[in-house]
């Protein structure tokens, strides 16, 4: 059996755009997590359950990209799309620093540089 004791499964819906003016519930990602107790993204969680940490990157109009989170040298988060996708790794705008708590704001580059908000949506227990 598989140890989940603190993983969380995340959901990040897409922010007000101009594109978007109400956000948008078919642009994000949904991904599993390590979470401390305040909500932040626990780095020891994350090495002691690193294959777990999975992340799906949706985008409407696009095939689901499959990867992994991961934690860089230096502390930074990310995601890399090492399973399916055609997606280059994406880093998180000072993930370390956010609670992952619904209603808080996450930013995230994507793979051509752009920085989108995204929306914490929703935070279960795996």
Same mark, same amino acid.
């Given at each position: ?13 897409? /922010? ?9 519930? #078919? ?5 599993? /997590?390590?979470?401390? /107790?305040? =909500? ?16 799906? #990157? ?8 499959? $990867? ?9 988060? =990310? ?9 280059? !790794?994406?880093? $998180? ?26 929306? +914490? +949506?929703? +935070?279960? !227990? +795996?």
């Amino acid at each position: 059996m598989i140890d989940t004791h603190g993983l969380k499964t995340i959901r990040l819906n897409l /922010a007000r755009t101009k594109d978007h003016p109400h956000g948008s519930d #078919r642009h994000g990602y949904r991904f599993t /997590a390590p979470l401390d /107790a305040d =909500g932040h993204l626990d780095a020891e969680g994350w090495r002691k359950h690193r294959d777990q940490c999975r992340v799906v #990157r949706f985008w409407e109009g696009e095939e689901d990209d499959i $990867g992994h989170l991961v934690h860089r040298p230096g502390g930074s988060w =990310g995601f890399t799309y090492d399973i399916e996708g055609d997606e280059g !790794d994406e880093g $998180g705008f000072k993930l370390s620093s956010h609670r992952f708590v619904p209603g808080e704001y996450i930013s995230i580059r994507d793979d051509e540089g752009e920085l989108h908000t995204f929306t +914490v +949506v929703t +935070v279960t !227990d +795996v």
